[in-house]
Structure formats: C-alpha cells, structure tokens
C-alpha cells in the first residue's frame, strides 16, 4: 500500500488533540520532566490520579542527561537507590553509601515509566501564567515555547488542575509567577522566593527532602525548584534527593487530593 501524506498529517493531528482534549481537567499538573516530576507523575498516575507533566524544553529528564560536565554518570546516595530500583533503572555501588547509574538510562526509563504509567508528558509547552480563583491556584496557562521565544503575541490556552507541582528546577518557574502576580503570599519565611544558594551537596539534599512541600494553596514544589523556593543550596549532580522529593511530593499531592470535596460528575 503506498503512504499518503495527508493519512500520516491526519494522524499526528488527530492523536494529537485527543491526548491534549484528555487532560483539560486534572487531579494534578506537574510542571518540569526532571527527576522529581518525572518520578512524582509515576506516582500518582500509579494511584490512580488524572495527571500531566508538562515540559517547556523539546527533551524531557532535566539535568540527568548531562550527568556531571558531560559525564553521563549520576550519583545517587543509598535510601534513594530504591525509586531506582521499583522503575527498573540499574545502579552500582561505588563505595559506602554512594552509587552510581547510567544518566541516559536513567532519564529514558524514568520518561517511559511515567507515560507508562498514565501520566503523559506534553513537551515544547511553556507555563507563562497560573488559573487562580479565591481559592488558590487552579489551573494552568500555557503556551508553546517556540512562540515565546519568537516573541509572537498570541494567546494561551489553560488547563484545570486541583493541585499544581513546580518541578521545574533552578527556574521556579510557576513559584515566580505567583510571587509576582499575588506578592509577599509564599509559604516561606519571608513570604517571598528566598533563591537558590551555592553548592552544598550533603545540606541540599537534606533541605530538597525537607523543602518538599506546599507553597501556596494547590501549588506544591518539588526538586532543585523546593530548594530555590525555600533558600536552600544547589547540590550538583547527585540525584537521591530529587528521586525522593518527587516521591513525597505525590504523597502529599495524593493526601491533598483526597481531603478535597469530591468533584460533581
């Protein structure tokens, strides 16, 4: 049978807009495909909850490609090695309490397992805005990122969401649109984005962990974007950290979700 262009055209289209049509309304929007988004969409789609990632880059997994300075090795300490292991990603001991992992099959396997999962990922999209009611955050604005960096004004679209995750590393990109559309309202000491810090591997990790948390009402942070959110410090390429920020972070989410009054049909 010969191929027509016009079947392939209508195809990408056609499957296109029925993933897109089907993510409209969700139970949580995770902003960010690093580590910490990826394995908090594995999560929850694994519990049964409506979720999309979305990533404003062409490639998906964050800074896990690059490994260290191209390197494309990652570090993981030892309580991180399980996330790893439950998404079938292999690791190998370095010495006591460091282990190590392929970065390429890390950031492939833990994409495959999330979409997998339930949770698609819909990449090239840019949040340039959040839906807020009196309420908190409900939503999304987005926008391809080619037209954002074109510099075109055309108009967004948005997207419902019960709870959001600012996963989207050093950027905060969602925290830095609430703090400057509703100002001195964060959750955090000063009430303001206190900024990321310089490298301080063995205390960032710890503060990812403990920063991992809510920020305002229905947006959640997660990763490097907790640690930035909250004044911690960069770690570099050790990784145990933001495995497990996204695994509580959909543990949070998941209690946020299921306190909230059922949606009527």
């Given amino acids: 049978m010969p191929l027509d262009e016009r079947i392939i055209t209508k195809a990408i289209i056609d499957r296109y807009f029925e993933k897109i049509r089907g993510i409209l309304n969700l139970d949580a929007a995770i902003v960010g495909a690093g580590p910490a988004g990826l394995v908090a969409g594995y999560c929850l789609a694994s519990a049964g909850k409506k979720v999309a990632v979305f990533e404003r880059k062409l490639s998906v997994g964050g800074g896990m490609w690059g490994g260290g300075m191209l390197f494309n090795e990652i570090v993981v300490q030892e309580e991180a090695c399980h996330v790893l292991e439950e998404l079938g990603v292999s690791t190998r001991l370095y010495q006591e309490g460091y282990y190590t992992a392929d970065a390429v099959e890390t950031a492939s396997t833990l994409t495959s397992r999330c979409v997998k999962a339930g949770a698609p990922i819909f990449n090239a999209l840019s949040v340039e805005d959040v839906v807020m009611r009196p309420e908190g955050i409900v939503g999304l604005v987005v926008n391809w990122t080619a037209v954002n960096m074109a510099g075109l004004h055309v108009d967004p679209l948005a997207i419902r969401a019960r709870a959001v995750i600012d996963a989207t590393g050093h950027d905060t990109e969602v925290v830095s649109v609430v703090q400057k559309k509703v100002p001195g309202r ?44 909250f004044g911690g410090p960069r770690m570099g390429p050790i990784f145990g950290g933001m495995l497990l920020s996204g695994k509580k972070v959909a543990e949070l989410v998941f209690a946020y979700l299921e306190s909230l009054p059922k949606e009527s049909s």
Avoid: I, Q
């Avoid at 955090?188 to 310089?198: I, N, V």
């Avoid at 710890?206 to 490097?224: H, K, S, W």
């Fill in 186 to 229: 964060l959750k955090t000491p000063s009430g303001s984005l206190e900024g990321e810090k310089s490298m301080w591997s063995d205390e960032a990790e710890r503060l990812t962990l403990e920063n991992t948390r809510d920020v305002f009402p229905g947006l959640f942070v997660a990763g490097m974007a907790a640690n930035a959110t």
